[in-house]
């Protein structure tokens, strides 16, 4: 089992930065590819990112690329996602989640969950 705690969350104006954080509960922590989904309003969930268990490969949708970095540290059972430039077509409550498979982009293929965080970018 493995509980995830999402925080960082806010409000900030358009080409502000944030770092989300996901902290997670168990000593297996490393063993799990890590990813940040998102969800707004009225939209589906969708992919923002993920990074495998020892923080080598990473993966991005590419309306983030070159603007967010997932990062890891598996000491601190800890996954951030740095957010900068952020535009008001971010907002959406992001999510954290886990899996032991090798990262992946389907939410439907992770395992747990944390409850979210709130990111609202004013224009």
């Known amino acids: 089992q493995v509980q995830l705690v999402e925080s960082g969350g806010g409000l900030v104006q358009a080409g502000g930065s944030l770092r989300l954080s996901c902290a997670a509960s168990?000593?297996?922590?490393?063993?799990?590819?890590m990813a940040w989904f998102r969800q707004a309003p009225g939209k589906e969930r969708e992919f923002v990112a993920a990074i495998s268990w020892g923080g080598v490969r990473t993966y991005y949708i590419d309306s983030v690329k070159g603007r967010f970095t997932i990062s890891r540290d598996n000491a601190r059972n800890t996954v951030y996602l740095q957010m900068n430039s952020l535009k008001p077509e971010d907002t959406a409550t992001y999510y954290c989640?886990?899996?032991?498979?090798?990262?992946?982009?389907?939410?439907?293929?992770?395992?747990?969950w944390g409850q979210g965080t709130q990111v609202t970018v004013s224009s």
């Open positions: 989640a886990a899996t032991l498979s090798g990262p992946k982009i389907r939410g439907d293929e992770y395992d747990y």
């Open positions: 168990g000593r297996t922590f490393s063993s799990y590819s």
